[in-house]
């Protein structure tokens, strides 16, 4: 509770979560607020500009751009989460369970961690994905298994930290086994830890969900997503530059809006860092960027 006293006393943090909590809000709802059928074609209303009743334009087929970024914003949003759930269902368990028991398997696990961690996250995503097929469910597994190395490692460095303290000693003492001991004690003390990096890294699946459809590895169309629609309008800069506005929008508040979140989470655990976030805001987004 005082971490969510803490947290709700930033506004700047609380500003983005609620602006993060708002992009769920139309994933969910993207089906009844759309103002038409986005996938409605109508070949003579063809890269129409902004106007009352197509407020971002409508595309080279006639469809309308806001009703397709909403739409967009609801395949993006269950990518991107499915994706991280995937993670850390597989890596937290692995990584506590490596981190408290150590040994031969702590070994054989970090190395494979690292030697997956040499290679830039993008290029194993588009690895998984050409394997897999590109499709959503294609990009869930690449993302997924992209971003595995990350969580397996704060997973155990955070269950080496907790290992050593007296209520975990207390515990192998009463004849408590290691998978109660995992359960009980361990995850419980982490969660709040793996939360925040959880929510840190939610930008980074954005991204990578996002550069696979703009090479054209992701979402297929005619189904609508941030990335995809990036790919699609930029062939028509020149004549119909409006059309990169509302992916552009959607995509950078969403990554900027779950990056100050997940900042003010960090803050809220461990209240040194105060200040600190814009210095560490604009490095993480530009090397996203310039990695993407």
Sequence with gaps: MEILRRYACDRVGLFFGIILLGFYAVAITAQWITPVDPFETNLSEGLQPPSAAHWFGTDQFGRDTFSRVILATQVTAKITTVSLLFSLLIG???????????????????????MLLIFPTIMIAIIIVVVVGPSQNGVIIALGLSQLPNFIRIARSAALSVRRELYVEAAVAA???????LLRHILHNISGPIIVKSTLALPGFVIGASSLSYLGLGVQPPTPEWGQMLHEAKDFLTNAPYLIVGPAIALSLFVLAANMAGDSLNESLDPKLKGRRIKRIV?????RIATS
């Design 92 to 114: 937290v368990p692995i990584g506590m369970m490596v981190g408290y028991l150590g040994g031969i398997a702590d070994a054989v696990v970090m190395r494979l961690t690292d």
């Design 175 to 181: 004849g408590a086994s290691w998978p109660d001991i």
């Design 283 to 287: 490095p993480r987004l530009t090397g």
